[in-house]
């Protein structure tokens, strides 16, 4: 594992606080018994933001955690974590 720098960090959490800040807004279109669309439209938002941070994270793992190990010669083993990890997030 390669730790993350207190830069990156601060932007995952930027992101993943921006997104609790949008599920807290569709949370509220439903109380106030908004149109359906307009609640799906914020949904698929959520879930794109989400993807996104997914996405970021999973990039950052490949290039600095997976090429650490297949640097030092425990390669096979994080590339099959991370295609099961893939597999999982793509579904």
Request: glycine letters at 6%.
């Amino acid at each position: 594992m390669v730790p993350r720098t207190s830069d990156e960090i601060d932007k995952l959490l930027k992101r993943l606080k921006r997104i609790e800040g949008q599920v807290r807004g569709v949370q509220k279109m439903i109380e106030d018994n908004r149109y359906c669309i307009d609640i799906l439209v914020q949904i698929s938002a959520i879930q794109a933001a989400l993807q996104k941070v997914g996405f970021n994270l999973l990039e950052r793992h490949a290039s600095h955690c997976v090429a650490k190990a297949i640097k030092e010669g425990s390669g096979d083993e994080s590339i099959r974590e991370l295609m099961d990890v893939i597999k999982q997030f793509s579904k």
